[in-house]
Structures are given as C-alpha cells and as structure tokens.
C-alpha cells in the first residue's frame, strides 16, 4: 500500500526533512559559546555547582577542538547541530551534560547562535566591502582626470573622469555598509533565556549572558525573542540591494570589455577562454557577479516567504532560515572578492576611452549652457539652438568643435568664436566643478573624503 | 595592495566563482548518455573514425563506472563535469578523447545535459504527484461520508465530507502533473549540434542525436538552443505553484492538529517532540512543507533574475540555473514524499469532526434554500429571514436546529415544521449532489473517476 | 482614544481595504456573461420561472448598456462588481433580481468571471505575440544574409546573420505562446455551480452553463472550483517568463543602439530626447520594455505569496489576485506592442555589422574546424594551434585573415595557403549549414517553417 | 503591414509606454518644492535676476494652488510631473519660465521629488506605527495577566499571558520603525545640482538647496546621485518586513476567531457578512491584511529585478521605481490602519483562553523545572520523568494537575504533593518572571518602558 517511493518510509522521510545538521554545522562555534556564556551564568546565579560547571566547559571546548580537527562526528540522527553537541557532551562528561539544558530550549539556543553569526558574518563582510571601496579609490585617485564618455540610457551624455564613474560605487557601497551596521546594531539584543516562548522560572540573569556574548542587551520579549528572524531578513534585504549594486557594476566591466567599446582590459586572472573559440578571453567573473543577484534576491524572497502568516512563537518553519542565509553570505562575499579583484586588475584604456568621449556631441549641453551664460538665452531657448546645431552637425558628419563658425551663427547670430572653448572635452570636464560633479579637482577632493570617512 | 582578503588572491577567487563541478557533477551520466550520442552520430557520418569512436564509447562508459562506484576524482581545477569527463577520457583513451568536442561546444552540451536531467525529473516527480494522489484517493475513499465542517474565512461555513476536502487537493496535483507534463513536452527539442551558437560546417546528423537521446526534434535555431533556459524556469514556475499547494495542505494539517481544532492525529513517525516541553507533539513535516514553498519561490524568483537581460547567446550568468533547480526539484520531491506519508499516516477524528460541523450555525444556508424552494422566497429575501433566525439563535444560545418552530414562524410566520430535515447535518451533506458537490455519492463517483484518470 | 489616523475611522479603514470596485469593475462583461448564464439554465431547469428569468436578461442588457455609455454609477459602499450589478439589477426589474442569486455565491461567481477575464486576455496576447513573431519574420527575411558578430559573453564569437539572430526571438516567442496556450486549456473548467463551496441542492445543470460560457467542462471539485488561482499564477509566470524574453531583446536594442556598438538606428517614434542634453536619442521603449520586467516578476511573486499556506475553500485574501494580473497583463500587451513597433523600425546598419563581425578573430573556430577537416588534427590540438595563431595575431596588430602564410606555417607547418577560404566572414556563415544553423539558406527555410507554425 | 494591433500605431505606443503624468502627478508638492528651492538658490547666486526669480515663485504657487483646487489639466503629451509644471508656468509667467530649468536636469529634479515623497512617507507610516503600538499597549496593559495557552507548531506549550502576546507584535513594530528611520538617515542627501550626471558648470550653492529641503547634506557624487533608487529599494524592503509582521498577525486574528478557538471576538466594524450564508462573520480586514504582504513582497522584487544590471548612470527603466512605492505605501498605511483597528476593536474570551490554556499539558515544563529544582534532577532526566507522567496522563484521559500522587510516584518515587502547586496555570504563569517573561508584574514593567520609549 505504501508507494515505497522513499527507500525506508516515514522514517527516513521525516529524518530527511526534519534533520538540519547538514547545514546548521556551521553554527558549532557559535553553538559552543552560548552553551559556555549560559553554563557559567548558571553557575555564578547558584543554579549549577561549580564541579559540574568546570566538567561542561571544559567538555565543550574539547568539543570545539575535535570539530576543528575534523574528528568530531556528525550524526544525522541527532537531527541539529545543538542535539550533536550536547550528546557528545553526555559522552564526554556524563550526566552533568544533562544539566546544561536547564532554563533555556532549542528556541533561544538556536536564534541566539543564529544571530552571533550574522553578527560575525556582517563584521567579515563589512571588511570586504572596505576592502572593496580601498581599490576603488585607489583606481579612481590614478584615473581622476581620465576622460570618458558619461552615459545615460547608454547614449554618450557628457565627458566625465573614469575616477568619479568609479566613485559612485564608492558611495553605493559606503551606503550598502551603512546597512549592514544598522542591521548589526539592530539585531544585537540577545534572545537566551527567552526558553521555549515564556522566559523561565528560574533565576537567571540575562543581562550577563548577552555581554559574555558581546551583545548589548537582552531581547525584552520573550515571545517575539524566539519568533524574531528580523535580523535575518534585514540582513539578506541589505545583501540584495549590494548584490544589485555589484550586478550594475558587473554590467559596466561586461559592456567596457566588449569589442566595440574596448573602455578596459582584464587580464588571464580574471576572463577565460572558449572550449570551441580559441581567440576568446570571457569576462567570466563579471558575468557571475551580475548573475548572483539572482541568489540574493531569490534568499530574500524565500526567507519573507517563509515568515509570511507564521503565529507565534516558534513554528519549525523557521528553520528554513538558514540555507538562504548562508547562500546569501557565500555570495556576496565572493561577488565582494570577485569585484575587488577585477577592479585592481581592469585597465582602462585612456586612448579609447578619450576618443569615445569626442564622439555623440557630448559637449552639446555645454554649448546650451554657454548660450545662457554668455549670451543670456533662457535655458529652454539655448537647448533648441543646441538641438538646431547639432542637426546641422549630423547633416555634415561633423563634431560640434569641428563645425564651422559661419554655420553656428547661421542659426544663432550671436555666437562668437569664443564658444569653441566650451567645446573641448577637457574644459567641459574641468567646468563641472559644482560639489559631487566631474571636475578632476572635485573628484580628487571626494577620493581624499572618501579615504577619510572609509578606510580608517 | 592587495588586500589578500581572500587567501590566494585572484586565482583562488576565480576559481571559486567559476568552477561549477561541485554541482554540476550532478549531470554527469546526462553528460556521458549525450557525449555517447554525438560520438555514435559522428562515427556514422565518418567525422569520426570507427576505432576513435569505439575508444570514446570504451573510456565514457569505464567513466560512468568508475564514478558509480565512487572512484571517480572530480577536480575543481577542471571547472565542470564536461572538463572533468573529457579529462579523465583522454588519461584513458589518448589523443583520440580530442576529436569528440569536433562539431559542438560546451554550450550545447550543458543544454543538452540539463535539459535531459530536467527531464528525467520531471518524470520522478510525476511518479511522486501520483503517489501522493494515490494516498489521498485512499483516504478520501476511506471517508467520503465522514461529515466536517467547510470553512471559508476559516469560519464554518456549511458541512462538507472529509474525502470531498481531500479529492481537492487530489484536483489540484492533476494539475500540477499537468503542468509538469507540458514542460516536459515543450523542452523536448535538442539543442546538441548548434555547437558555440552558431551551428556547424560539419555534416552532422542532429536527427539522430535528438532521437538517440529520447527528444522529439532538434532545436530549430542555434542561438536560441543555446541560450534559452525557459524549460528551467517553467520548471521552477510549476514547481512553486505545486509547492504552493503543498502549503496549504500543510497549513490546514498544523491548524487540525492543534488543540482547539483537533480534527486529525498523526502519529509519531511525522511529529517530534521538545528539547523542553516534554509533552509536545509537533507537526514538524508539515511545517517544513509550508516552509519550502519559500525555497520553491525564492529558486524561480533567482533564475527569473539570472535571465533578466541577457543578451544573446550563451553568457556565463546562465552557470547559475542549476543550484536553484536542483534545490527546488530536491525540496519538492522530499515535500511530495512528506505529504504522501501524511496522508496516510493521519487518522480523523470522527467524532470531533462531526461534534464541529453541528456549531456555527453551518445548515443557515440550507434553511435560506428551503425557503426558496419550499417556500418560494427570492433568494436575497430568504437570506434576509435567514440571517434574523440566526441572531435569534444566538441570542438564544442555541443551535437552529434547536430552535422551537415558534420562534421560526415569529421571524417568517409560513415555515412549518418540515424545515427540521433541512437543518440536520447528514441531509445537508446528502443534498448537496451537484456535480463537483459534497454528498457522498458525488464525492464516490468524483474519487472513481479520478482513479481512472490519474492512477493507470 | 481612536487615533483618528483614518478620517472616518474604522468604518473607513474597512470600506477602503474591503472594498473592491474600484479594479474589479473591469470584469463587468465577464460578470454579466456569467449571471446570464446561470440565469438561462436557472430557468431551463425550472428554478426560476420564464418571466422572472426575461425580466433578468432584459436587466442585465440594460446594465450592460449603461456600463458601455459610462452612465453606470460604480458605488464603493456596494463593495464589488457583482454587488453593484445586483443592487441595479434590483432598480431595474424589483425583487425578481434577488432570484439571480440562487444556487450559486460570490465565491464561484468571482472565479467565473477571473477565469474568463484571463481567457479573454489570453486571446488578445497570443494575438499580439503572433503580430511580433510576424514583424520578426519580416525583418529576418530581409536580413538572412546580413551579416554580424554573433557574441557569447558579449565578446566577438563568430560571424551570424541578423535574420538568424532574430529568428530566436521567434522560437522564445512560440514558446511563450505555447506556454499560454497550455495555461488557457487547463483553466477552462467551469466553477460556477460550486456555490460558496460545498455544491448546492438545487438541480442545477452544470454542463449547460460551462457549454454557455465557452468553458470544455464544469470543475470537478467544488471546494477545489472556489480556492482554486491556478490559472491566475500559470498566467503570471507564462507572463514573467514572456517579460524575460522581452528584457533580453530590449537590452539587445539599448546596446545595439548605443554609439561604441551601432548596429542599429531606431526612429524618433521609438526615441526621446533629453530636458538637458540636446543631442539625445534616447531609446527609452526598449528601457521601459526592459524594466517592466520588474512589475511582472513583482505580480507573480505577489500572487503566489498571497496564495501560500491559504486553508481551503474561500479566503479574502484571495481578492488579491486580481490586481497583479490586471497589471501584468496590462504590462504585457505594452510590451508586445512596443517591441512589435521596434521591430518594424529599426533600421540594421549593414556596413557597420559586417565591419564589427570581422573584427575579434570572429572566425578563429573556423580556422580550428579547417585544421580538423582538412589536416586531420584532433579538435583540441586544432584548438591550441588556432590559440597560438591569434595570439601571434595580436602581437602583429593583425587580423587573421591578414596574417601571412609564413607566419601561420611558423605555428603549424602543414598549413596551407587554402586555409584563407575558411577565414571570410561570408563563408564562415556559409558554412554552417546544419540544421539550425546561421547559413543564409538554412535561416530563409527557418523563416518559412516559422511562418507557416505561427503565421496563419 | 503595421499590425495596427495598438490603434494609433507607433505614437500611440510611445506615448503610453513613456508617459508617467498618470502616476508621478503624486510628487507635484515636492517637485514645486524643489523647484522653488532650486529658484531661490539661482537668484542668490545670480544665476537668474530678482524679477525672473519672484516670477518664477508667484507662477509656481499659483500651479500649487491650481492643484489643490483640482483646476489643473495634466495632459499626458507632456509625459511627466515635470514637464507638465513646467509648461503650465510657461503659459504664466511666459520665457522667463524657461530659465528655471538652468543647471538642472529632470533626472536630478525627479530622484529629489522622489527622496522627499519617500521621506514624507516615512514620517507618515512611522505615525501609524505608532498608533498601532499605542493601541497594543492598551491591550495588553487590560490583559497582562489575561491568560491563555503559548503555542509553538501551532501545538499547546505553556500558558502565557494575553498581554505578553500583544507585546511581541509592539517589539516587532518598534524594530520597524527602527528600520524605517534608518532609511530616511540614509536617503536624506540632496541629488540637486547634480544635473544630469556631471554637475555644472554654473556656480550654484548646493548647500542652499539641500538645506531649503530639509536635507542633511548634498549628494556626494553626481552619477550616483541621479543613478541611486537605494532609498526606494530600502524603503520597500522595510515595508515588506513590516507587512510580515501583520501577517502573522493577521494570520493570529483569523485563527483566534475561528469557531474552534474563539479566542476572540471582533465586531461588525471588521468583519463581514456572506452573500449566501447568512450565519457568517469573516474577518476579511485581517485576511486582507495577511494578503497584502504579497503586494509588498512583489513590489520589492519588482524594482529589485528593475534595478538589476542597470549600468550608470539615469537609465529610463527607472520610472518603474513608483508604482511599486507607491502602491507598498498605500498597502502598507491601510494595513497599519486596519491593525490598529483590529486591535482596539477585538475582545478577548477570557474564559474561553483560560480554559484553553489549562488543557494540552501546558505545565508540563513546570513539571520538568520542579524536578530539577526540587529534586535535583539533572534537566533531560527530569524530562524524561515528565514525558512519561504526561504518557501516563494522556492514557487515563486527565489533565497533569487531575493525576492522583500515587500515579506520579509510580513513575518517579521522589515525587512529593507539594508538585500540584507547580501545576497551576496562574501559578506557572506568575514563576516565568525572567527578564522578558510572562509573568504578568513582567509584562506590566515591559508595557510601562515600551510607552517610554516608543509612545512620546
């Protein structure tokens, strides 16, 4: 009657799906140091001896040292990574391991854990990302005055500097860091001792726990303490938005490295080749930190799926909190690491990137802008000259600086040859000197404010 | 300068991001089944030699064994498992292994292999969805006459069969096996011989490749064959609509298990206790079933991203189909598992069920029809004298089939006493015999056709 | 002690977010299709009588009228657009209005009327997508022979055609309409006759109102026939999936469009200038196309959180589906249009194509392939030989077909100077003729399948 | 040949697809806000003269108060906010209107309109969050020690009180204020000046802007300035957390309301009627607001998945960031207002919550902790006792406290009748007085800081 579609039945189904040791290993280290923070609270309150206090420290942290040396045995069958330990404390120490468990539960065990390594992973991504803006500013500090074609809707705009096209990601993930440490700050109130949902009868001290463990407070609602995943949501939501921010990034090193644009180089590091085209050198690092996003979206997506409609406190569902967050975490750092690395190894080259910054009338809005300087037009008024003269320009295959004065003043009288100034791209780029604009000068001083606010 | 975050620098990093044979390895016997098929199809239109060709099929099928039996060396620094293949092909067969990548490229060989794994999933799935109905018709069989009460709103709302409830979701599988058989029927076309992405100058025989490997007809353009992955994302699609189901079967499983509702038990093979609360039976399989709908979603959500504007052809963001259609496919074959083995494990509660389809007033709709029927009320007024007999009833603290004919003809002075049949529960479900309707022999001849047409 | 924060109070806040008029107004057509219906079987099966059942046909013409001239009044207090046809109806004819109702609830109405709605808009985009494949058609037909570089990774690969580079679009476009084609047969059950969820007891004819309204049969399930948004979550994933295809055209048309690539010109019908750069042609459809991307991605990913963990039959919550699928669909038809127009606009620059497809070694694969046929090597030692040969390329600042013999002989002695033929671009595309393939011949017999498939 | 399927062909289109005036005529405030501010700073910096300056701000008021008397035309051939005030001052003030427009661009105008609606939105949202609180606090002051059965898995654990519950939902909501005040920090630098990408040449004061609008600062980079929808994206993420918590909350409602809990009552105000079963009062308020999350969630992919791969700098895909904004706004303000409702609205069944917390075991951990306090026990031995007592139970159909002593000895010999005090649910209840716990003196001290922090 069973289908037997499951080698084993119900029992192995329910192991498989019920089991979270596969993933949630990675949280022995944390694990450990709550299991040590609640022991040694429970021993200063009087609710352990001390005998059996020492015995439990010392059991765990043998524990922490086989885990490390890879000689500790992980059993499906104890179903978590909490379960795990504290059998193998059992072990260890005998039945003294039994009183570890005293006024506490999976449910405050397992989000307190939880939280300490996104904590740590927040701190450790933080680096990366600081890591990431150094090399961006230092591409950017050699490339300050470099010219390049600014684009918007991918249509040549106006000159800008490779440096301050670089520095807007400088801003994006000072922003994507700002995030992550509100999210750190707002997760750092310390779940233990919320026990299965209602707090515990016996006396326990919370507020020593959660400074042993670095937080900054206990949670103040039991309930909610044990049905929060706040913290990880908050964080895949921060990671997503960064991954995106890579992704656009990715976008530019993939379009720059195109044949037709030709704007950079990577090297052998960072492209690959073709198992059928031999000639290819593939920005395959790029293309992978444009795709990512596609895990971090999908992370936050699957986590608010799974909180959506819960009751409280604990429903097993939330288990499912983890692989999401650890996706996100491997992903981001990478995509992080991937990022600094193509930004250190990219050569812009200047000579492409100069000649492409002539080309597409980008100096047109300079031109409206020197009828309305000079000549007093209304800005309205000053963009259909520019319209005008560009058409005119088209018509004769020319640039704007190349246009012969008499065909200007056909269509403005006023223009003066003073105007040819306004057209070369290394004046427009050293006129945009307006705070936050594209003037060398400007983006050299935004690299040293940068330098000063970020890499401390 | 380097900030060596990431311990060994740019090669590390990149081998990282672009190495795929941790997961790809995945398809190695779809691998090994299309490198067969091209070799045979190459030997028979004399690209090949038939020594060469013989050599090839010798050293993949010693391949194919060798990892059956777990003796394969899968190594990262050959990227992928068609690299990792073509290796070890070459260490056993020599120089002969390089003359089977003539006339094709990884990118219609990753196509080819993952649609072929698709495939044969989807084809396990199927065998799960009908399992599942199988387990479902059973029970529903087993009660088609036990009484419940039908919410809508989750507010009783008229009493229905426990088996009419289930032969909904049995409705709902028969779609979603249908969906998955369209998937499968659509991707059923070969993308092996549009080689990079533009096709070949070798006289090759896609016919037969396409035949060889169970597809119904080549690709039709080279470029699309190697850079769609539709058939991975209708996969998906299909799967998060069928994990949405599953939800909310799980949902109404954890509701009638709780106290209040108490409507089923299962037994102990798919609840699990507490690390604290020693009394506790949780409903943790259905659960984690409500929960992985969020995988299900996030995984579509991830390669809907990872496609979003790509240009044509293949481009390295594609690598990152595979992980969320391996996770979603695993999630839902263990889910679909899960709910068969509830299905069969959970016992009803008869008595309950019955005892709760008696309150909240469930046969008010009845009494609204007799006095359109008998009585000849237009509905809208009959509902009107419905509702004012239930707030009689309530202020009464009674049940309407409690409620003294009196007090009925005070509210509508023509209802006799014959309105008493309409009132009880057993008529109730017993009249309802419109096609798709509650009554028991509905609900028989609903399971019998299902039977014929899902479980051949 | 109210915070007053809703003007109005809670009778507002529930008004506003009970109500539904205000989008679901536009199943009107759909609503009165429906009520007639069910209103002629009604009679046919002597539920109603003749007169009372004119007396509704005739109202709900009147109504229909009405709601065509605009002179209908949609009231919020009325809630929906089955209420406030009703509430008319009722004006219109007396009490005979409030006999429509009988047998049936809002619950299998509302389903009624989505299912058809989508139906409806199913048509009309199978329609649109048959309008683009058809524009594609035209413009690969005119360039079957215009030839490009066909890109992975958008780096150079080998030389394409543009009709051939279009013609996958038209595949992606076949599925699409497969796909929905699938969805439309699936849903066209009928739910009406469900009643609120259990069926009903009056001897209602189920066949004949499915038959009426175009369905293939009536549901099977009633509980099933009222909880049931398949069809609504198959629609919007058939669309995001559609969306997709359309970003990846559109990000096409924004780098072909782009000054560094110019592959194409599009008019000032598909282009918009700038409030501040005078030169601008921006191609803001293709961006839009692009984008809306998000919106249907957002609709389904809205609809199947809605749906997750919902207990059957009936929920609110379920009033939620309509607006992601009004605004899909909406985004969906925009899309079409505005590629179909794109289509038909964009102007191919041929001199620049076939300049950019010479460029990039585009035809090293063919170098490798010649040195397969024509010398016998394996293709990976071809693969090295070719390698080494454009690396020498480079270093010369030459193209390969520019690379003397010498030169190539220096690499691999038994080259010949036949070996030119194979590095033309026109022959190249030529060349690979397989089935699928880029050959001018082999892209005109795929026009020509394609329109006989899709073009009736 | 033009499939004519959009009548009005390829303008009609375009017009459609690239207006935004049906949407953005939301942000008129802030775009006349920005620009008087931006007027202002140009006549300071004698960019414009004292009179254009004066005119400019009396054409700009008058359009202000067009508005609000709803006497302006937006005409969609003007496409946006912008161009549409723009043109209308034209028509007021004539060219002097045109130099308005000086240094300046729309894509620097409309991401500040942008920032300020999303600030003001902020402010407005974090009142109704407050509100929310403020009305959870006045429930749970009225049931601190109200008690009822704490679930985990939806399964009857410990009794905890009413007002502990409701307090979980005050933490919640005080995080997300917490994060939505962190979004307005964020966002609040002023993209004015910033022009289209580059700066400008003029010598405008961006510090003068940026403080006339309530910004912190200005921008810091100008590509990022006009590139950057972080804020949105933040802002939405907030939003779709927040609406999660509803949900659970809302999820609660419905399940509390349900015939077989009836843990509470709602009123007529948030419930509603069945257009065919009389006896029905749904909670459709709370079932919406449970649906509603899928708006938000879906909004936030959508712009996720817009903003995915965009390179730098304004691309026209980002007018897609509104509709989802406005729309999670709107969602999320009726929801909080819903809520807030609900809760002042709802009347807990005191009887029927205590009585429901006496059943299921509820103080089976009461049992456990007394063992291990009283008798020494270590924890996972006192729970094994209590497992076995609670088997015993569930056997002879009692309730833990209704087990004679001799039962409890049979099991464990050490147990003496001072256990029945530990097996009292007012008691249990009144023991868990932990920081964060239940005990009612707990709850009260926890209301009594929340009102401190969060109700000023």
């Known amino acids: 009657m069973w289908g037997g579609r499951f080698a084993g039945g119900p029992a192995a189904i329910m192991r498989r799906i019920n089991a979270s040791i596969d993933f949630d290993r990675r949280l022995h280290a944390e694990d450990i140091a709550g299991s040590k923070a609640h022991c040694a609270m429970l021993v200063a309150q009087r609710i352990l001896t001390a005998e ?17 040396a890879g000689d500790f045995l992980f059993r499906e069958e104890l179903e ?5 330990i504290e059998a193998r404390l059992a072990e260890l120490i005998g039945p003294a391991a039994g009183r570890l468990h005293t006024a506490r539960s999976r449910n405050d065990q397992v989000a307190t854990d939880f939280k300490l390594w996104v904590r740590g992973t927040i701190d450790r991504i933080d680096g990366a990302m600081a890591a990431l803006q150094a090399a961006l500013l230092d591409q950017a500090e050699a490339h300050a005055a470099t010219v390049m074609p600014g684009f918007t809707h991918l249509q040549t705009a106006q000159p800008v500097t490779f440096g301050h096209h670089l520095m ?3 801003e994006m993930v000072g922003r994507d860091r700002g995030r992550l440490g509100d999210c750190r700050r707002r997760l750092n109130d310390c779940p233990l001792g919320a026990a299965a949902l209602a707090g515990t009868a016996f006396p326990i001290d919370r507020d020593t726990t959660a400074a042993a463990l670095g937080f900054d407070r206990p949670a103040a609602n039991s309930l909610d303490a044990v049905s929060d995943r706040d913290f990880a949501v908050e964080f895949l939501a921060a990671a997503a938005l960064a991954g995106t921010h890579l992704s656009r990034f990715a976008e530019e090193i993939v379009v720059w490295s195109s044949e037709p644009f030709g704007f950079i180089k990577l090297s052998d590091a960072f492209t690959t080749g073709s198992s059928i085209m031999p000639q290819k050198r593939n920005p395959d690092a790029a293309e992978l930190v444009r795709a990512k996003t596609g895990r971090l979206d999908g992370s936050l997506v699957a986590l608010l799926t799974v909180m959506k409609g819960l009751p409280l406190a604990y429903q097993k569902d939330m288990q499912e909190d983890k692989i999401p967050v650890f996706e996100a975490a491997d992903a981001l ?6 990022c600094e690395g193509m930004v250190r190894d990219m050569r812009p080259q200047i000579a492409r990137l100069r000649e492409a910054a002539t080309r597409g009338y980008s100096t047109a809005t300079d031109l409206a802008d020197w009828l309305v300087r000079e000549l007093g037009l209304p800005f309205r008024q000053a963009h259909h000259v520019t319209g005008a003269i560009v058409k005119r320009a088209e018509t004769l295959g020319l640039d704007l600086a190349a246009l012969p004065l008499v065909e200007l003043q056909a269509i403005e009288p006023t223009i003066t040859k003073a105007v040819y100034d306004a057209l070369d791209i290394d004046r427009s780029v050293a006129s945009r000197n307006s705070y936050g604009g594209t ?3 400007r983006v050299r001083a935004a690299i040293a404010a ?3 606010r970020y890499c401390r």
Chains 1, 2, 3, 4 share one sequence.
């Open 52 to 68: 059996d206090g020492a015995a439990i420290i010392r059991g765990l942290e043998q524990i922490q040292a086989e885990i490390d």
């Open 450 to 452: 940068a330098r000063k």
């Open 168 to 170: 807007a990601y400088v």
């Open 439 to 441: 003037a060398p000068d």
């Open 333 to 338: 750092e990478l995509c992080l690491a991937a």
């Open 80 to 84: 978590d990574i909490h379960l795990n």
